[in-house]
């Protein structure tokens, strides 16, 4: 039962374009969302949050949409550069799980030249 | 240095082998936690801590195990493994609910 769902493993854009990486919840209970990005060879690094009472959080390029009704969150980064190109994951917790995190399965982003 | 070494890094090992990698963090946080990675499948928990005295299981512990030994160090135990242990696996620490994990590199573990 995957409770976060990345329905897209890769995703190919050009650089200065945006990027759009979507990411589906079932588990209503989630109220904090994260996303990660990981290049070969090294662990994820946490790149932006965002917590249930708010519907964006920005940081520089990188920008979280969270809407709650649909259980579905995006990241957006602006504009998107080659160094950007790494695999992206999803995830998010519950106050009552103490602070464990489930990810998604992570999308592929390769920004070409 | 690292906030956050495993050792090895990689390691290939024969199944019914007993194999521990190791965890050390500098961030002196008390949250520690090991996951699993797998190709389709992201990151799954194995097993967490919130100090030496606290021990949980995550959605995939079984054939695990794991040692606090102390706050900074956190070791995880393959009693027997089995060729579907084959993963990377990725230690993490976390000072609050609402702080990020800061992983470890990785121990990428093959079982043949």
């Known amino acids: 039962d995957q409770q976060v769902k990345q329905n897209s493993p890769s995703l190919s854009v050009q650089e200065g374009r945006i990027s759009i990486l979507n990411c589906d919840y079932t588990?209503?209970?989630?109220?904090?969302f994260l996303w990660y990005k990981k290049y070969p060879a090294e662990g994820p690094t946490f790149l932006i949050s965002i917590s249930s009472i708010k519907d964006k959080n920005e940081d520089g390029r990188f920008t979280v949409f969270l809407n709650k009704s649909a259980k579905h969150l995006s990241l957006h980064i602006v504009p998107s550069q080659p160094g950007d190109s790494a695999v992206y994951f999803c995830a998010a917790s519950e106050e009552t799980s103490g602070s464990r995190l489930t990810f998604g399965e992570g999308t592929q982003l390769t920004v070409n030249p | 240095d690292a906030d956050v070494t495993q050792t090895p890094r990689n390691r290939i090992t024969k199944t019914g082998k007993r194999i521990m990698l190791e965890c050390s963090q500098t961030?002196?946080?008390?949250?520690m936690y090991w996951y699993r990675q797998d190709p389709g499948l992201g990151l799954r928990l194995i097993y967490y801590s919130f100090d030496v005295k606290d021990i949980n299981k995550g959605e995939i512990s079984d054939g695990y195990s794991v040692s606090r030994q102390a706050q900074a160090k956190f070791s995880l135990s393959l009693e027997s493994a089995i060729p579907n242990q084959t993963a990377l696996y990725f230690c993490?620490?976390?000072?609050?609910?609402?702080?990020?994990?800061?992983f470890g590199s990785g121990t990428r573990l093959t079982v043949v």
């Open positions: 588990n209503s209970m989630f109220d904090y």
């Open positions: 961030k002196g946080h008390d949250r």
């Open positions: 993490a620490t976390r000072e609050t609910e609402l702080t990020g994990y800061t």
